[in-house]
């Protein structure tokens, strides 16, 4: 589900806690993302033109990539019967690093990658807007319902006024597993390396290397490659003594409810989905802590579709829709007056309002941490001892 993270110390961890998220085994090359392939099926989309085509007249269309599970088919046909603008909604995000390399070819030569809007994990967001600046504005007058976007959300150091974002979902990593094959639960990293059975850990960086942190006692607030050192050494050592049989994105999933799995660091919203149909399958935040993360909807700054794009968040930022939505995916929704909208819905939507993973208490806000932000050169050092990792799993 969840979880990631380039704001600002109090602000952001503020902004984290309160307003209140995936991801095939892959090789990265860390900094070095043009030794990266480039997914065919986004290119064969990408034209060589700046836009994606005219928003005016009859192309009343729409295109959206995100992660996968993040939406329900009903919220979709909800969006186009309500707008009227024909939707395509591709789950083809996997892994921020693994979609900016794929986007990185177009978006370079100011090229087309075929879709209207985006959605990517803080710190991801931070690239996109400040660093390469491939994204262009939301369209405000297309999008009004902006007003509704929870207060402490408004302001994250990477995009102070929200001119260019707004988040989609908000989760926490930890620990899923399925009780079943550990025998037992699982309240710590440790209890996690211990369990029986094949385990894996997330390709993203800020979340894997995060829970090791927190399980050391080691500040992910203010993180540098020196003070992370620890964790990356215990983190090989696990690859290294099997203890963690590989990485992947949210694949986990259907792995862990078929018993192929017995444990994986996972995104909350993903578990609670997972547990609908397998209550076998459980999730925990470490006794040392868990992360917290935001997605983030930007557009694009090839397409000409702003306006259409800027509709598409708009219609998610209404508290009926967005209710919708969060009792779909089970993540925590950016919009003010959710929890009232659950609780007219009634029944399963209307418990979830008493689910602390959805609609989090303070105390357990508490329990939880962001990955703060890293400089360009600290980055680097991280990306490329996570990638060596990866590569030996």
């Not at 509704?148 to 959300?153: H, I, K, S």
């Not at 208490?361 to 680097?380: M, N, R």
Request: hydrophobic share 40%; with cysteine; proline share 5%.
């Amino acid at each position: 589900m969840s979880n990631r993270d380039d704001r600002i110390r109090h602000d952001q961890a503020r902004l984290a806690r309160l307003g209140l998220s995936r991801r095939q085994f892959l090789g990265r090359s860390g900094a070095l993302l043009g030794g990266l392939a480039v997914g065919p099926a986004l290119l064969a989309a990408c034209g060589g033109s700046s836009g994606t085509g005219s928003s005016s007249g009859s192309d009343k269309s729409v295109s959206i990539s995100n992660w996968t599970s993040y939406i329900t088919d009903q919220s979709k046909k909800d969006f186009t019967k309500d707008t009227g603008i024909k939707l395509t909604y591709t789950e083809d995000i996997n892994d921020n690093e693994e979609y900016f390399a794929k986007i990185r070819p177009n978006l370079s030569r100011n090229q087309s990658i075929g879709r209207d809007g985006i959605v990517l994990t803080d710190w991801m967001a931070n690239r996109m807007i400040n660093q390469v600046k491939w994204v262009q504005p939301l369209d405000a007058a297309a999008f009004p319902n902006k007003a509704n976007l929870r207060g402490p959300l408004k302001a994250p150091g990477f995009d102070p006024t929200r001119k260019y974002s707004a988040p989609w979902a908000s989760g926490v990593t930890g620990i899923a597993y399925n009780i079943k094959t550990t025998g037992k639960e699982i309240r710590t990293v440790q209890d996690y390396l211990d369990a029986p059975g094949t385990k894996t850990a997330l390709t993203e960086m800020r979340d894997t290397v995060g829970l090791f942190m927190r399980s050391m006692g080691i500040d992910t607030a203010t993180p540098t490659y020196s003070k992370a050192q620890p964790a990356f050494d215990a983190l090989q050592k696990a690859v290294s003594d099997g203890k963690i049989k590989g990485f992947n994105g949210n694949e986990y999933v259907s792995d862990l409810g078929a018993g192929n799995l017995s444990a994986a660091f996972a995104w909350s919203g993903d578990v609670a989905q997972i547990t609908l149909d397998n209550p076998d399958v459980r999730f925990a935040v470490p006794e040392s802590g868990g992360m917290l993360w935001s997605d983030n909807f930007m557009i694009p700054k090839t397409t000409d579709k702003a306006n259409l794009a800027s509709d598409w968040i708009n219609f998610f930022y209404d508290p009926k829709n967005a209710a919708i939505l969060t009792a779909g995916i089970k993540y925590i929704s950016p919009v003010e007056g959710v929890d009232a909208e659950l609780t007219k819905m009634g029944g399963k939507a209307a418990a979830l309002v008493e689910n602390p993973l959805v609609v989090p208490t303070d105390e357990f806000l508490a329990t939880l941490a962001i990955f703060g932000p890293l400089d360009s050169a600290e980055e680097v050092k991280f990306d490329k001892r996570f990638s060596q990792i990866l590569g030996s799993g």
